[in-house]
């Protein structure tokens, strides 16, 4: 395989490295950045690998990635297998490919090759590498940048290789995302046999119509910079197996991705308020994962959107949704 970003995408998407595990994909980059005369510090916090690599002094542009995958599911309904990566019609599937480590393989080569043509560059370059971003992302990036801001250590721009292109890269510059927040809905009632549904009190019931209601809702029409904001179901789980059981509870979990229209607290009021309508007797936990944020056009956003003309030969679209 001549070219070297697909090589090390390759060697990388082979490692089933399922959240927050890494698989030696880290081993491999360190591997690589050492070679190139990168500095190593690991900063592993929990079950969560974590490496801080760099080269240089003064002002610091890092490269921030992850190493972990999501589930791929039943690899059965995979046209290849998942952690076999293949390349058909230009493209190359694989668990990870595109989120993140055809990424990680790509800025690491760009490194390699600037290094080596510029051995005694201005600045510092730097690489912050987790593998702990798909699942909980407690012990991954969150609690490497306190470390680094304890010991007064600064990261003066960080470019993160996160998928942003819809059909072709560098046709969407992401200027922006939508706020994350998750609810954790336990729905209470009384366990009993479906034979005497009169002595019991089902919760899955008693649900359905407030969860159809939450999933009916507009909750907001967006804005000049960001989508309107959408509400997903993405866990349920209620009963004990049988089929003549009544479960005792339901268990749901819904997102949001929420624009500047919405704030946290208001989308926490309008769900209890909703599920108060009806009646529930409920337990409700919240899990922000992080509030909407903008950079509007300007300087940077300009600069970026001339290097993608200049590079991809695209002109690209600014988008904030994800």
């Known amino acids: 395989m001549s070219c070297p970003v697909l090589k090390l995408a390759h060697q990388l998407i082979k490692r089933p490295s399922l959240s927050p595990r890494d698989e030696g994909c880290q081993a491999l980059l360190i591997e690589r950045l050492k070679a190139a005369g990168f500095t190593i510090e690991k ?8 490496v801080w690599a760099w080269r240089g002094e003064g002002k610091t542009l890092a490269f921030a990635g992850h190493t972990d995958v999501v589930p791929s599911g039943d690899a059965s309904r995979w046209q290849h297998p998942p952690f076999e990566p ?72 960080c470019l993160v290789g996160e998928p942003s ?40 019931h008693r649900a359905m119509e407030a969860l159809n209601e939450l999933v009916g809702t507009e909750w907001d029409q967006g804005n000049a910079f960001f989508p309107p904001t959408s509400m997903q179901i993405a866990n349920i ?31 926490k009021a309008r769900v209890a308020a909703l599920l108060d309508c009806h009646q529930l007797n409920y337990t409700l936990n919240w899990n922000l994962s992080s509030q909407p944020f903008l950079t509007p056009p300007g300087d940077l956003v ?21």
């Open 43 to 50: 900063m592993d916090f929990g079950d969560t690998e974590n």
């Open 86 to 157: 293949t390349l058909r019609d230009g493209f190359l599937y694989g668990r990870g490919a595109a989120d993140m480590k055809g990424s990680i393989a790509a800025m690491v080569v760009a490194a390699e090759r600037f290094v080596q043509a510029n051995p005694h560059h201005q600045g510092r370059l730097a690489f912050l590498i987790t593998s702990d971003e798909e699942a909980s992302a407690v012990n991954g990036t969150v609690k490497v940048v306190e470390a680094l801001m304890a010991r007064n250590e600064r990261v003066d721009y």
């Open 165 to 204: 292109s819809t059909t072709k890269l560098g046709d969407v510059v992401k200027n922006g995302r939508r706020g994350s927040i998750t609810a954790n809905l336990m729905v209470h009632g009384v366990q009993g046999h479906v034979a005497y549904p009169h002595l019991a009190d089902n919760p899955v």
């Open 237 to 267: 789980n209620a009963g004990t197996g049988s089929n003549n059981v009544i479960p005792g509870e339901l268990f749901v979990q819904f997102n949001f991705r929420f624009s500047t229209e919405f704030t946290d607290d208001v989308i």
């Open 302 to 322: 300009d600069a970026v959107v001339t290097a993608v003309e200049h590079y991809s030969e695209i002109t690209p679209e600014l988008l904030t949704n994800g």
